[in-house]
């Protein structure tokens, strides 16, 4: 069984940094096309970032220059490194694993980035 | 950049059908997928592909495209259909992600 499981989440101030984390089981990071996928409060899904299997990597342009997104091989686990936090990067964070077909097969069950003063 | 267009809610009855369209410049180029949200839960794959159905999703889902138009259909509605529903594209030339604004499904 497929399981993503992310953690880091947490209330940051504006202009701070956060680190997410996002560890598989069932399920190779590496061999596959990872995204950070987010949800604001009431709003609909934002695609972040994505790294493929060869080790490229794309960004959203409102996250581009801020975010970075990573994976460890030893630990199959993928991460995002967020700094330049604003308010408007308030949201769920999940995590989404796809398979080769362009869309998300898995997905975790998030993690709430609160950005707030 | 890549954008994909949907009607923010749709309304069915009781084991009608219910069409969700997603609209976007040569879709059908654009691998579309589509997926349900309900509320406090992930979104779960019910289409990838235009028409493919992941394992494990009903068969009353499925997915249509005519060029500039992907169409999520699901027939017979049932009450537990009722959630928002997400078009997504992958544009091959930017290898960037797309979703849809997403449409809510109000099965009355």
């Known amino acids: 069984e497929v399981q993503l499981v992310e953690s880091g989440g947490g209330l940051v101030q504006p202009g701070g940094s956060l680190r997410l984390s996002c560890a598989a089981s069932g399920f190779t990071v590496s061999s596959n096309y990872m995204s950070w996928v987010r949800q604001g409060p009431g709003k609909g899904l934002e695609w972040v970032s994505v790294?493929?299997?060869?080790?490229?990597?794309k960004y959203a342009e409102s996250v581009k220059g801020r975010f970075t997104i990573s994976r460890d091989k030893s630990k199959n686990t993928l991460h995002l490194q967020m700094n330049s936090l604003r308010p408007e990067d308030t949201a769920v964070y999940y995590c989404?694993?796809?398979?080769?077909?362009?869309?998300?097969?898995?997905w975790g069950q998030g993690t709430l980035v609160t950005v707030s003063s | 950049s890549y954008e994909v267009t949907q009607p923010p809610s749709v309304s069915v009855s009781p084991g009608q059908t219910a069409s969700i369209p997603c609209s976007g410049d040569k879709l059908g180029d654009y691998y579309p997928s589509w997926y349900q949200q309900k509320p406090g839960q992930s979104p779960v794959l019910v289409i990838y592909q235009d028409t493919k159905r992941p394992s494990g999703i009903p068969e009353r889902f499925s997915g249509s495209n005519s060029g500039n138009t992907a169409t999520l259909t699901i027939s017979g509605t049932q009450a537990m259909d009722e959630a928002d529903y997400y078009c997504q594209a992958w544009d091959s030339s930017t290898a960037l992600y797309v979703f849809g604004t997403g449409t809510k499904v109000t099965v009355l």
């Open positions: 989404a694993g796809d398979l080769g077909t362009h869309s998300f097969d898995y």
């Open positions: 790294i493929y299997s060869g080790g490229s990597t």
